[in-house]
């Protein structure tokens, strides 16, 4: 018995309203109307003669179906992607040496440069992590070749491929006492988190002080989590065990934090382009960053 194919447009449509949860999201992903994907979900749930979605007015869901098939969809399309790259572009292959910023995506970065590995198993990454002034300084150096990295607000290098809102943190139960000055978590200068959080509460007339001074955002993350102070962080940094801190009068809004690429001009260019296309199409597509053209 012969089945009937499976098209990848319809099954890119399907993972963009599993992934952005919604067609109008999707819509934006796929670069279709939110009237086309949903008719590309109807065809696959024809093809499939099962609802891979329980939809009612307010919410939307993946059946039991549905989970099955997003698996097997995201494994079908990134063979596809693959195949396509591999025939369309020059395979990359070579070293990079790459610097990327704690702040950015921590909690997406490593499934997503596994799966880049698996795509381009000709690169191989040498990767540094820390904060994006070493990092900066290591490509002066010549030690690396690339760096994504925080802008500082002072050097306007690279080009700019995210922007996520900061917010205050603070631990679930931690309980504040505006009557005190606040307690503070902050890496050591020079540090943009640092001058923002002190500039921001003097804006408000706000007492404050130095509750703890971590070396990393991974220490910071930990002492906040612990309840030892407030601090300020990309809203990805928000894990299990802590709360954002809204009250206006005592926490005044916050900008956005930029992440810039640079090295794309270098003599790594070629191997630079393929992984930052990787990583900013792979987060458009599951809603994780405010993407800039």
């Not at 109008?24 to 024809?46: F, H, I, N």
């Not at 990767?127 to 990295?149: F, H, K």
């Not at 307690?183 to 002080?209: K, Q």
Request: include cysteine; charged fraction near 25%.
């Amino acid at each position: 018995m012969r089945f009937p194919d499976l098209e990848i447009d319809l099954l890119r449509a399907f993972v963009a309203v599993a992934e952005t949860g919604s067609f109008t999201a999707a819509a934006d992903v796929v670069g279709r109307s939110q009237s086309a994907v949903s008719q590309k979900v109807l065809r696959l749930e024809e093809i499939l003669q099962r609802r891979v979605f329980d939809r009612t007015s307010r919410s939307l869901s993946l059946t039991r179906d549905g989970e099955r098939m997003l698996v097997a969809a995201r494994q079908m399309l990134e063979f596809n992607d693959s195949v396509v790259r591999e025939l369309r572009e020059p395979p990359a292959a070579g070293t990079l040496r790459l610097g990327i910023s704690e702040d950015f995506i921590p909690g997406e970065l490593p499934k997503l440069l596994a799966r880049f590995s698996r795509l381009y198993p000709g690169m191989h990454i040498d990767l540094m992590t820390g904060l994006s002034c070493s990092l900066l300084q290591a490509y002066d150096e010549d030690r690396l070749d690339a760096v994504i990295a925080k802008r500082d607000g002072t050097a306007q290098r690279g080009r700019v491929i995210w922007r996520e809102p900061l917010v205050w943190l603070a631990a679930a139960d931690y309980q504040v006492d505006f009557d005190r000055p606040a307690r503070l978590v902050m890496l050591p200068a020079p540090c943009t988190y640092r001058d923002l959080m002190i500039s921001a509460l003097d804006s408000v007339r706000r007492e404050w002080t130095a509750a703890c001074t971590a070396s990393s955002l991974m220490g910071v993350q930990a002492a906040v989590a612990g309840g030892l102070g407030v601090t300020v962080l990309g809203k990805s940094f928000v894990q299990e065990g802590m709360q954002i801190l809204r009250a206006p009068q005592h926490w005044p809004a916050l900008p956005m934090t930029e992440i810039t690429v640079v090295g794309e001009d270098s003599k790594a260019a070629d191997l630079i382009r393929p992984l930052v296309a990787f990583l900013t199409e792979s987060l458009a597509r599951n809603g994780a960053l405010t993407l800039v053209a």
